[in-house]
C-alpha cells in the first residue's frame, strides 16, 4: 500500500518539479537560445548517476552475502528491504530528471515557434513510454519484496537516454540556431 502512495506522490509530485524547474530556468537563464549542452550541465544531468541500479538489486551480491560467516536470513531480509529502498530513491531521482529534460525540450520546441507536431508526438510518446515503464518497474519491486521475479532498470535508463539526446537534437536544430 506504501509503494502505491509513494508511486501516487511521485506522478503527481514529478510534474509540478519539472515544471517549477523549467520556470527557475527560464528565469535564470540571461540569453535566449541558450546551448543545450550548457544547459543540461546547469541541470546536473548525468545518466551515470543511475548506473548502480543496474547492480543494486543483483542477485550476485545477495548470493555472496549469504556466502559470508556470520550470515542470518534476517540479515538477508534486511539487506533486500535496504536495496530496494535505495532502488526507489533512484527510481524518483530518474523521474525528476526525465520530467526536467521533458520539459526543456518542450520549452525549447516552444522558443523555435516552428511546427513540429512530429517532435511533439515523438515528446508526448516517451513521457508516456517512460511512465508505463516505471509502473512496470514499480510492481517488479512489488514481486520482488514477495521474492518473485527480479527487476532490470536498463529499459528505464534507455528511456531517459533517449530524451536526452531528443533534447539535444531540438536544442540544435537549425530553428534553435536562428534565436
Known amino acids: 500500500m ?32 541558450a546551448d543545450t549542452d550548457t544547459l543540461l550541465d546547469s541541470l546536473g544531468f548525468s545518466l551515470e548517476r543511475y548506473k548502480p541500479m543496474e547492480r543494486l538489486l543483483s542477485p550476485e551480491d545477495f548470493s555472496y552475502l549469504t556466502q559470508m560467516p556470520g550470515y542470518r536470513a534476517e540479515m538477508g531480509r534486511q539487506w533486500k528491504r535496504d536495496r530496494r529502498r535505495l532502488f526507489r530513491l533512484y527510481l524518483n531521482e530518474l523521474a525528476v530528471d526525465f520530467n526536467t529534460l521533458h520539459s526543456q525540450a518542450r520549452a ?9 507536431g512530429e517532435l511533439v508526438a515523438k515528446l508526448a510518446g516517451q ?37 536526452r539526446l531528443e533534447l539535444d537534437h531540438v536544442g540544435h536544430s537549425p530553428a534553435q540556431s536562428a534565436i
Open 127 to 163: 513521457k508516456f513510454a517512460f511512465w508505463r515503464v516505471l509502473a512496470a518497474i514499480d510492481l517488479r519491486l512489488t514481486l520482488d519484496a514477495l521474492g518473485v521475479g527480479s527487476v532490470d532498470p536498463r529499459p528505464l535508463l534507455q528511456l531517459v537516454e533517449a530524451m
Open 2 to 33: 506504501t509503494a502505491w502512495i509513494a508511486l501516487g506522490w511521485a506522478a503527481t509530485a514529478g510534474p509540478f518539479i519539472g515544471f517549477s524547474a523549467t520556470l527557475a530556468w527560464m528565469r535564470l537563464r540571461t540569453r535566449r537560445g
Open 108 to 116: 525549447i520546441l516552444a522558443e523555435t515557434g516552428t511546427e513540429s
